[in-house]
């Protein structure tokens, strides 16, 4: 095809140039666009104390100054735009570690989905949920697999500016055995050799991370109590990975498939369901001791099912639920409370590295209720707000771009109404999301 003289068209190289130097970069806006932004208090994600009165200048898409108002002279111009937030409470973008941006389809199952929806319709429905994560304050995600090329297109689309979307991280398809959790992501592979060619696949299509089905899951044909990949496989594809220069993490609900991740060198376990063969959940101390040493992170994704148990729940307030409802009302629930406990254990007997997940599959938008459940489970609201932004930056690898509010780091802010540290539930309601310095709410 001819371009006419004059009109740079640029390869598809240079996108994924932009992907190499920085993971999952948006194009700034407008370069030379400042923001003074003032509120009542900084929380910088360091877990450091508050700075009362705060001021943050940013100059195209970085942050350039961090300091207490009257300290520092401010710029002015027309160039200049001041957010005045009095009573707000300034803090780094969130950071989502686990989605599933194709879905997004309240009660309808994988299979409908994947049955009744083209990837068209899917990378639609993906820019959609995108946007809706990002005004709910996620401006970083990472995404743990979809079908074929449904998130590198939603990417792509993001860099060129077409559509507004949080940074994106992506594994693209997850890693799966024939018949896997999420087999039909398209990206099953077999014994050593299979698992390397689909690790070498996934990162010439634009693979940030690779996300590999230790354990079945969800997807109707599969066992969640067993682990799905050997040990010699996992340690294949973690080697192929780090070789690239990819991290890795692994979807474990069976107890089986963290002690294979581990063995494996995984540097992130998904969930750690720790079901046991016989499907009842069980929590071993010699793992996490084991998960402590290695110094895994933790994605512990402890609001899936939540909203299903909620829906339930206020159905139940309605009258009795039929068998097959009150049957998955006593799963859910099982599942919640044992999560949230496993959770408390690993973080206040082991100190293990726990970084916010939702998981987000039904609904997306809703990241907050993840770190309420974290604060339930014993996490202080300090713990959980660096738990969703420095430690989970440092987890998916972009701790220099993104998770702390300091000069040189994006421009991705958020401010809300109340104080976080009183109550977390401030984080539902947005006042201000700032994206690499162009404001999105
Ligand atoms: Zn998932």
């Keep these: ?72 002279a401010l710029p ?25 941006l194709m879905f997004g389809v309240p009660g309808a199952s994988y299979e409908e989905i994947i049955e009744g929806d083209s990837d068209e319709i899917m990378l639609l429905r993906a820019a959609r949920n995108a946007l809706t994560h990002l005004k709910s304050g996620v401006t970083t995600l990472r995404e743990n697999g979809a079908r074929n090329k449904v998130t590198f297109n939603l990417r792509e689309g993001a860099q060129r500016g077409y559509v507004t979307a949080p940074r994106l991280l992506l594994c693209g398809r997850p890693v799966t055995i024939s018949g896997g959790h999420f087999y ?30 230790a354990s079945g899951g969800g997807t109707a044909i599969t066992d969640l109590r067993r682990p799905s990949y050997t040990v010699e496989e996992l340690k294949a594809i973690v080697d192929e990975a780090h ?52 110094g895994t992170y933790i994605s512990p994704t402890v ?15 309605q009258g009795p639920l039929p068998p097959e409802d009150q049957q998955r009302l006593d799963w859910a629930k099982g599942k919640c409370e044992s999560q949230l406990e496993f959770l408390g254990r690993l973080w206040k007997e082991w100190r293990i590295p726990i970084v916010s997940g939702t998981d987000a599959i039904a609904s997306f938008g809703d990241y907050c209720i993840g770190l309420e459940l974290m604060s339930q489970a014993g996490m202080s609201n300090m713990e959980v707000i660096k738990s ?54």
Aim: glycine share 10%.
């Design 184 to 213: 039909w992501c398209n990206q099953e592979a077999d014994g050593v050799e299979g698992v390397r060619a689909a690790v070498r696949e996934l990162v010439r299509d634009g693979a940030d991370h690779i996300k590999i089905m």
């Design 76 to 100: 002015e111009g027309p160039h200049v735009q001041t957010l005045d937030f009095p009573d707000g409470y300034l803090l780094p973008g969130l950071i989502d570690s686990h989605t599933h």
């Design 1 to 72: 095809m001819d371009y006419p003289p004059g009109i740079a068209v640029p390869p598809r190289s240079f996108y994924r140039g932009v992907d190499r130097l920085e993971p999952g970069g948006t194009v700034p806006f407008n370069p030379n666009a400042v923001n003074v932004i003032k509120a009542k208090a900084l929380i910088d994600g360091t877990g450091a104390k508050p700075l009362e009165n705060a001021v943050v200048v940013t100059r195209g898409s970085k942050i350039v100054a961090v300091e207490r108002q009257g300290q520092v």
């Design 388 to 441: 969703s932004t420095n430690l989970n930056a440092k987890a998916l690898g972009v701790g220099h771009l993104v998770g702390t509010v300091e000069p040189g780091r994006d421009a991705d802010l958020i401010v809300v109404d109340e104080d976080p540290l009183r109550d977390i539930k401030a984080l539902r309601k947005m006042a201000m999301v700032m994206r690499v310095g162009e404001r999105i709410v």
């Design 303 to 317: 609001q899936t099912g939540y909203r299903g148990m909620e829906a339930l729940l206020a159905k139940q307030g």
């Design 243 to 294: 070789n690239m220069g990819k991290p890795t993490t692994a979807h474990c609900l069976a107890t089986g498939s963290i002690v294979n991740a581990l063995e494996a060198g995984v540097d992130m376990i998904e969930h750690a369901g720790f079901i046991e063969p016989d499907g009842s959940y069980k929590f071993h101390p010699e793992i996490a001791e084991r998960i402590a040493k290695e």
